[in-house]
């Protein structure tokens, strides 16, 4: 590895720790040309698996590619996309995927681009789920409409019912 400073081709290593979430690898390393000191993080390499069965490495530009086309002319902002990209690479790391399915990657996307805008959302979806038929479009919108609902309805007190409990004592009229 190349010192950033001075491009001097060797460096040493100082100190080597495992991050906090165990994800990754930091090493302090200095440069004994210039002794400037810098730190470098290793991480495993995520790779993505392409329908074809051909692989590769995760990029988070190319991973949200489909969303930038699907949030054309929305509200929404060069820096969402990017933080959404960085919480697609998140979560697909957190799930622990070495070589991780195309689709899933989709599928990490559903979530967070729900969030950012639902028409963008929808539009994503359509495609990433090629909804087979109008119906199924719609039932995908009454299911964002009803979570929506519920989410700015106040819960429902549950009613309460009564359970008759024996016999009441009463008797047929005869
Ligand atoms: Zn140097």
């Given at each position: ?113 729900r969030e950012?805008?639902e028409?963008?959302y929808l ?15 719609e039932e995908e919108i009454a299911i964002l409409r009803a979570e929506r609902a519920a989410a700015e309805t106040p819960p429902i007190e ?17």
């Amino acid at each position: 590895m190349h010192c950033p400073y001075c491009r001097n081709t060797d460096t040493r290593v100082l100190d080597s720790r495992v991050t906090d979430d165990g994800g990754a690898i930091r090493r302090r390393r200095s440069c004994p040309s210039c002794e400037k000191r810098f730190s470098t993080v290793e991480q495993m390499q995520l790779v993505v698996v392409k329908r074809s069965g051909a692989t590769e490495p995760f990029a988070r530009d190319k991973a949200i590619t489909g969303v930038r086309k699907a949030c054309k002319g929305r509200p929404v902002s060069e820096d969402d996309l990017s933080r959404l990209g960085q919480r697609v690479e998140d979560t697909l790391r957190s799930e622990g995927w070495a070589e991780v399915p195309a689709n899933e990657v989709g599928l990490a996307i559903l979530g967070p681009l729900r969030e950012l805008d639902e028409v963008a959302y929808l539009r994503f979806a359509s495609v990433y789920k090629s909804f087979e038929s109008a119906e199924a479009f719609e039932e995908e919108i009454a299911i964002l409409r009803a979570e929506r609902a519920a989410a700015e309805t106040p819960p429902i007190e549950p009613v309460e019912t009564l359970v008759p409990t024996g016999s009441t004592g009463r008797s047929a009229p005869g």
